[in-house]
């Protein structure tokens, strides 16, 4: 005799879910049945040293940095050169570059005076510490509580 238990696993996932957004990005995202939403696991795991004091910084590690916006460095007269913005994180300099063109839309995310919570790998160039294209984070880090923040990376059903 069969088990029927293991039938619902492969069933629709709309014979159970009401209809609506969430049940559509399901569907486009993970599959259409129940056993897609068991094995949909994460590709790879990044993570990233929350770091509080300078000691903490490593060269080429991922961290996440509390800094404070000091001043935007626009390349206006070599042609190739980054654009950078100095900010101080534990009363020493470390430098955001970006390697692209919209300095309105940086200038914008990266208001002088400011403090914002960066996400990115951290380099040593020239005996400078600079964070290469860094992500902002929104949401609230507790920066005396954790140590470490695991991002999980899902594949893409759709390109």
């Given at each position: ?12 996932i ?12 399901i ?21 990233h ?37 100095k ?41 400078k ?31």
């Amino acid at each position: 005799m069969q088990n029927k238990s293991i039938t619902i696993l492969f069933q629709n996932i709309r014979s159970i879910l009401p209809n609506d957004q969430q049940l559509k990005k399901i569907e486009e995202n993970i599959g259409y049945k129940f056993i897609d939403l068991l094995f949909y696991l994460p590709n790879r795991v990044i993570q990233h040293q929350i770091c509080n004091n300078w000691e903490d910084l490593e060269d080429q590690k991922k961290v996440i940095l509390k800094l404070f916006i000091q001043k935007h460095y626009n390349p206006f007269r070599i042609r190739n050169a980054p654009y950078k913005i100095k900010t101080t994180f534990c009363e020493k300099t470390i430098f955001l570059v970006f390697f692209t063109k919209k300095t309105g839309y940086l200038k914008r995310i990266f208001p002088e005076n400011t403090e914002v919570v960066v996400s990115g790998k951290l380099d040593i160039y020239a005996k400078k510490y600079q964070v290469t294209h860094p992500n902002i984070i929104d949401s609230i880090i507790n920066f005396d509580k954790n140590k470490l923040l695991v991002k999980p990376i899902y594949r893409q059903k759709k390109a």
